[in-house]
């Protein structure tokens, strides 16, 4: 097997926090990764 299933560390057992990278570097939130494409569902007509 590969992958990180097979490299011998333990899943998260709980989502890490958010962070304020995005926002921090664009001025802007982040998006969700629903939104995105579906911001830009135009482009991959």
């Known amino acids: 097997m590969s992958g990180p299933e097979s490299d011998g560390t333990e899943p998260t057992p709980s989502p890490q926090p ?6 921090d570097i664009t001025g802007h ?8 494409p579906t911001d830009h569902a135009t482009l991959f007509r």
């Open 18 to 23: 958010a962070t304020t990278t995005v926002q």
């Open 29 to 36: 939130p982040a998006r969700s990764f629903h939104t995105w």
